[in-house]
């Protein structure tokens, strides 16, 4: 294999990937696919308004649950990313240019859905001069304008640490802003080569200093050990993170990073358990679950009571 | 007449491929709806594909044989 399915030729990473086939899978990575009415209604909102997600653009397994259920993620910026990360499905590449007009299709598409809570995320855009701060903040701007009770999730990428550009979309006040860290600082160097593990600490301690509750992620089974991710989730907790996510890795193609190992469910309830005494607010941890999966329930339980 | 689709895996990849690994009903069988009919493997996860309604099933694909997504693995008439 040295040609992509889209034509490109391979980074060597990829080729090296690619001589690793698909793993076979434990019998919990199993879902049922049933494509309801409500799951076929959404897809043809999406084609209609043109719009990207990433239950889409990365394959995601629970697509068939959670449109049923009318969830969603948005992922704005258009379907190239300017970096690349050896987990993600979202194609690297030069993104389009920048369509100022996705924030107010999105927010009528969270009207159409009639979501009370709206998950957006995006590509990182280090060709534009702000990074995408303005498409992020204004994405929420506009949700929030024409769905005044609709709650926004906003994952971001780092905006390079840049406290403007944070400013900028903090100010958008969106109920949960998130930033994954993905894994452990030793295999982020090597997985997730553009982000720096202490820069992204960094960003959540400034959401949090801005008064957001902070959201992480991460993903087990690309090298780390159960140790180590101990070690993360008390960072996370330090650094700020009121709410988080624990996730199997799913590769999504023979040209990423192979599946290092198949974290038992066993384990996830461990880490549950020790995330909760760190005392993060919300924690939802599985081998299914991915960083937007029941986000809504999840802040929920973060929220501040009234 | 219901078609049943491989399920759809990849929108930057229209090709991307899986394969039927196990058919739980034989070609001609009658089935309810919501019925187990078969497991699906694509590269992020093995899916269990159910009967979108009740009738006589026709058996399209065979087991392990490539499959591209969105194309019919079987129909329900």
């Keep these: ?306 | 007449m219901a078609e049943i689709l491989f399920p759809a895996m990849s929108e930057n990849d229209p090709e991307a491929e899986g394969v039927v690994s196990t058919w739980f009903v034989a070609d001609g069988d009658e089935v309810q709806e919501g019925d187990l009919i078969a497991e699906v493997a694509v590269d992020k996860a093995d899916m269990e594909i159910v009967a979108p309604q009740a009738g006589t099933i026709s058996i399209l694909v065979n087991e392990d044989q490539a499959v591209t997504q969105n194309s019919p693995i079987a129909s329900i008439s």
């Design chain 1, 1 to 306: 294999m040295t040609v992509s399915p889209d034509g490109r030729r391979l980074l060597r990473l990829e080729v090296r990937n690619a001589q690793t086939p698909i793993e076979s899978k434990p019998p919990w990575i199993k879902i049922r696919a049933k494509m309801g009415p409500e799951y076929q209604e959404l897809k043809s909102l999406v084609r209609r308004e043109d719009l990207h997600t990433v239950c889409e653009e990365a394959g995601c397994p629970n697509i068939f649950e959670c449109w049923e259920d009318r969830e969603a993620t948005f992922l704005i910026g258009g379907d190239h990313c300017s970096r690349r990360c050896d987990f993600c499905q979202i194609d690297t590449g030069k993104p389009a240019e920048l369509d100022r007009d996705e924030p107010r299709r999105v927010a009528e598409s969270v009207t159409a859905m009639g979501l009370r809570y709206s998950t957006v995320t995006g590509v990182a855009r280090d060709d534009l001069p702000d990074g995408g701060a303005w498409l992020y903040a204004e994405t929420v701007r506009a949700i929030k304008k024409l769905n005044p009770t609709t709650g926004v999730e906003l994952l971001i990428p780092d905006f390079n640490g840049d406290p403007q550009l944070l400013q900028t979309v903090f100010e958008s006040r969106p109920e949960v802003l998130a930033h994954n860290v993905e894994t452990v600082p030793r295999v982020l160097k090597r997985i997730r080569p553009a982000f720096r593990y202490e820069r992204s600490l960094a960003v959540l301690t400034a959401a949090r200093d801005y008064g957001l509750i902070a959201k992480s992620n991460l993903i087990l089974g690309m090298g780390e050990t159960p140790d180590e991710v101990r070690i993360a989730l008390t960072d996370l907790r330090r650094a700020g993170c009121d709410i988080v996510t624990i996730t199997q890795y799913l590769r999504p193609s023979v040209r990423h990073h192979p599946v290092a190992r198949w974290v038992k469910p066993a384990e996830f309830v461990e880490h549950e358990q020790f995330a909760r005494q760190l005392g993060f607010a919300g924690v939802l941890a599985g081998p299914m679950v991915r960083s937007s999966y029941r986000a809504g329930r999840l802040y929920n339980k973060a929220r501040p009571q009234t």
